[in-house]
């Protein structure tokens, strides 16, 4: 069921695959409604079962956001615009083009999820070009008279990864940049899949996102969380420590993914066999690792990074 979580802000579950609390979306009222984040393909009708619960039906949206393109986040763009006709379509600008064309995304997604893409997350339909808006940074979209929500580029999770900051409440949808905080499971942990990780712009946006000073920060994997500036020190600590054992364990040839399940692996033994399984499913070690790998790869000269040195 939706749930309000602020003034003018509402929460959806998702419904990622039908899991509960794994995947969220979040409505903007206003004179100009907006959606941020659809969610996989497979959230579809989960979704459009809420927005019509809220009385937004197909000419009342209009706009649609997305934070990247992932298909968990951004799956059900085509069929959420087909169902909304008048919804401007917004993303960053080096996602845009995916939405348009998504035969190179849905075939990368394939490669990494196998059998997983039907069956949990989806595909992705084309989106129509003239309906599909470039945000950049610092561009403000009007939800109505003294509501705007201002965008934040924010790469590192993904290069084309934005957040969105509420004027009225002063919410920070944050994405992936943040990381995974699932409720059922309690324990932060960084995202940072390949093939775009970068460590070096994934802390910077955390300080981007603390400049701003939200009242608090949303999560799409899961909800709103309060004590922002807390929430994202502990983020910033977190990705430190894991890029830290990835980096000791890569610079002494051993395996990256046993190193960090040797480290962090025991947070998560206490909790329920099926949740634990969907949160590796979801943000997996292995994922993580391999994220890591490909950015010590390419980033060979930023030693001692992770231990807490300053990017350039």
Request: charged fraction near 20%; avoid cysteine.
């Amino acid at each position: 069921m939706p749930s309000r979580i602020a003034d003018g802000v509402i929460q959806i579950d998702t419904l990622l695959g039908g899991w509960e609390r794994m995947t969220a979306g979040y409505v903007i009222e206003g004179p100009a409604p907006l959606l941020v984040e659809t969610g996989s393909q497979s959230s579809v009708t989960a979704l459009l079962r809420a927005l019509g619960d809220l009385g937004i039906g197909a000419g009342d949206l209009a706009g649609v956001v997305v934070t990247h393109i992932h298909l968990d986040h951004a799956g059900g763009v085509g069929d959420v615009a087909r169902a909304f006709p008048g919804a401007t379509v917004y993303v960053h600008e080096k996602g845009a083009r995916h939405l348009v064309d998504p035969g190179r995304l849905v075939a990368s997604a394939a490669r990494v999820y196998g059998d997983l893409l039907d069956s949990l997350y989806g595909r992705l339909e084309p989106t129509a070009p003239e309906r599909v808006r470039v945000l950049r940074d610092g561009e403000e979209i009007s939800v109505g008279p003294g509501r705007s929500l201002t965008a934040i580029d924010s790469p590192g999770h993904a290069k084309h990864h934005l957040g969105l900051h509420d004027s009225v409440s002063g919410i920070l949808f944050a994405g992936d940049a943040v990381g995974v905080r699932l409720p059922d499971a309690g324990v932060l942990r960084p995202a940072v899949p390949p093939p775009d990780f970068d460590l070096e712009q994934a802390l910077a946006s955390l300080r981007h996102f603390a400049a701003r000073r939200p009242s608090g920060v949303a999560l799409a994997h899961y909800g709103l969380l309060g004590s922002p500036q807390e929430l994202l020190a502990e983020a910033e600590s977190v990705l430190r420590s894991w890029a830290e054992v990835a980096e000791a364990a890569w610079r002494e040839g051993r395996d990256i993914a046993q190193a960090l399940d040797h480290a962090f692996g025991e947070e998560l033994r206490g909790l329920d066999p099926a949740m634990r399984d969907k949160l590796e499913t979801l943000n997996g070690i292995h994922s993580n690792a391999a994220g890591l790998h490909r950015w010590l790869e390419t980033h060979p000269g930023a030693p001692g990074l992770a231990s807490g040195g300053e990017p350039n």
